[in-house]
């Protein structure tokens, strides 16, 4: 059996965001992973073209720039299904529009020495009971209190409790939202159902990787890793810190959205080196390409930082 696997991770590119230099930023990901003819498979953790409205793109014009993605690499590519992938179709739908090559949202794989398994936590938990995302229709249940999104449902909780009994390999899980998030509040609501999903495993649960929250966070919890991987391309700083008279008139009217974010200089990306005793992360270098956080007066900038920290996971 192989002693270690490497891999290539992509988070939250918002290909949209950025339409006039997106190509540009994926070329970097792209020529990082080609050259490495050590990295085995890569990972996208969804939320990769995310057309808003307010930019006035339609989603078709991000189709090229996916099917460029999904055809640039010689090793396997496997999705994860972002919240943004749901905003303008069904599930079913996303996944033949993004090309998922998987009937599924959630499903498993090995590569020696680990099994892998992606995860779906885009549902919301109403009285009628679990309701997939589609259509942007979990917009309007953003803010409620209790919160009712994001959930991993039953059925597929079920369907992970029989996977990971088969499991001949320790497992590490990928999803878009955080899965244990216990300090920012945007992870799932139901951790303790997965938590003795993962704790009845044969081979055991390791660590678990996600996106979505643009933030480098990493935590301990139940003996598992937990980490964040920040955004590709920006950091979202929303409406209370926005960058006016950063861009031309120009040009904020064409990406209305973009002084939302605090662009960064290099396209971000993890590169993960997994064996029995842990998993190393490899740092990069980065920066904003404008005004950094205390010139837009953020706060906390300890999980707010243009690139990817190094780290070492110790099982």
């Not at 339609?58 to 996916?66: F, G, R, T, Y």
């Not at 993004?98 to 680990?114: C, L, M, R, W």
Request: some cysteine; aromatic content about 16%.
């Amino acid at each position: 059996m192989k002693e270690t696997v490497k891999f290539a991770v992509l988070a939250d590119f918002h290909q949209a965001m950025f339409a006039d230099t997106a190509e540009e930023k994926l070329d970097q990901f792209i020529e990082a992973v080609n050259s490495d003819k050590e990295i085995e498979f890569v990972v996208d953790l969804g939320d990769f073209a995310f057309p808003l409205p307010a930019n006035n793109i339609p989603i078709e014009n991000s189709k090229p720039l996916i099917d460029k993605f999904n055809s640039a690499f010689n090793v396997p590519l496997y999705h994860v299904l972002g919240n943004h992938e749901c905003d303008y179709f069904t599930k079913k739908e996303s996944l033949e529009f993004h090309g998922f090559n998987t009937e599924e949202t959630y499903y498993s794989f090995d590569a020696e020495p680990f099994h892998f398994v992606v995860l779906d936590a885009n549902f919301m938990k109403l009285p009628e009971g679990y309701v997939a995302y589609e259509n942007r229709n979990y917009y309007k249940w953003s803010y409620e209190n209790p919160p009712v999104i994001p959930y991993l449902p039953d059925y597929e909780l079920e369907w992970l409790r029989e996977d990971l009994a088969k499991a001949k390999y320790p497992t590490i899980l990928f999803s878009h939202q955080h899965l244990a998030d216990k300090v920012f509040g945007t992870g799932i609501r139901n951790y303790d159902e997965l938590k003795k999903i993962m704790d009845e495993s044969p081979k055991g649960v390791v660590m678990s990787i996600n996106g979505h929250e643009h933030l480098d966070f990493a935590h301990k919890l139940d003996g598992r890793w937990f980490y964040s991987l920040i955004s590709g391309t920006n950091m979202m700083i929303g409406s209370k810190h926005p960058l006016k008279g950063r861009y031309t008139e120009d040009y904020m009217r064409s990406l209305p959205c973009i002084h939302m974010t605090l662009p960064y200089a290099k396209t971000q990306y993890g590169i993960f080196t997994a064996d029995k005793n842990g998993v190393f992360v490899k740092g990069t270098e980065g920066g904003f390409e404008g005004p950094d956080l205390y010139e837009v007066g953020y706060p906390d900038p300890e999980y707010f930082v243009p690139y990817v920290k190094e780290r070492y996971f110790e099982f």
